[in-house]
């Protein structure tokens, strides 16, 4: 049974810092791209950040230089750190993952965690 387990959430003042973490178990193959998105109430999904398995990184324009975006590939395990926190942070992270259920890594499959709560407040 594929499974992300995200934790790291929480409340915070604006300003302050928080890590997100999500690990990668069960049935989950050849990890690619792993990924943070955002929702917050009445809005769309966002993207985040994402790493590739070679390290390379992408942000949303809004979080550059304030959110960095780190893996442990050996333990299947994504972070993302949040520093300068603003209200409008304010969102259910997701974590994503693309893999595959099966050995040879194909076909493909995006994995979403349950969702971790951060609220930053003013």
């Known amino acids: 049974q594929a499974q992300l387990v995200e934790s790291g959430g929480g409340l915070v003042q604006a300003g302050g810092s928080l890590r997100l973490s999500c690990a990668a178990s069960?049935?989950?193959?050849?990890?690619?791209?792993m990924g943070w998105y955002r929702q917050a109430p009445g809005n769309q999904r966002e993207l985040v950040a994402r790493?590739?398995?070679?390290?390379?990184?992408n942000y949303a324009d809004s979080v550059k230089g304030r959110f960095t975006i780190s893996r442990d590939s050996a333990k299947n395990t994504v972070y993302l750190q949040m520093s300068s926190l603003k209200p409008e942070d304010t969102a259910v992270y997701y974590c994503?993952?693309?893999?595959?259920?099966?050995?040879?890594?194909?076909?493909?499959?995006?994995?979403w965690g349950q969702g971790t709560q951060v609220t930053v407040s003013s």
């Open positions: 994503n993952v693309d893999g595959s259920r099966y050995g040879g890594g194909w076909p493909r499959t995006t994995y």
């Open positions: 069960g049935s989950i193959f050849s990890i690619s791209v």
């Open positions: 790493i590739t398995s070679g390290g390379s990184t």
